[in-house]
């Protein structure tokens, strides 16, 4: 069952970053599917995937959800 997850990302600043969280959550979950809100941080993820491994999974690629 899929669930959404949301989380605010500070140091998410630009294109690049995003593209960094896209490929880490595809990584992680390949049907997952993900929206990117750059102006004010949001990630939302739709996925099998609890938020505890997200949470863990940013953090380790220097992105922390706040």
Request: aromatic share 4%.
């Amino acid at each position: 069952m899929n669930t959404t997850i949301e989380f605010t990302v500070p140091d998410m600043t630009c294109g690049h970053c995003a593209g960094r969280i896209k490929a880490l959550v595809a990584g992680i979950d390949a049907d997952a599917k993900v929206d990117i809100d750059l102006p004010t941080h949001r990630v939302r993820i739709d996925s099998t995937v609890d938020a505890d491994t997200y949470r863990s999974a940013l953090a380790e690629a220097d992105y922390p959800p706040a």
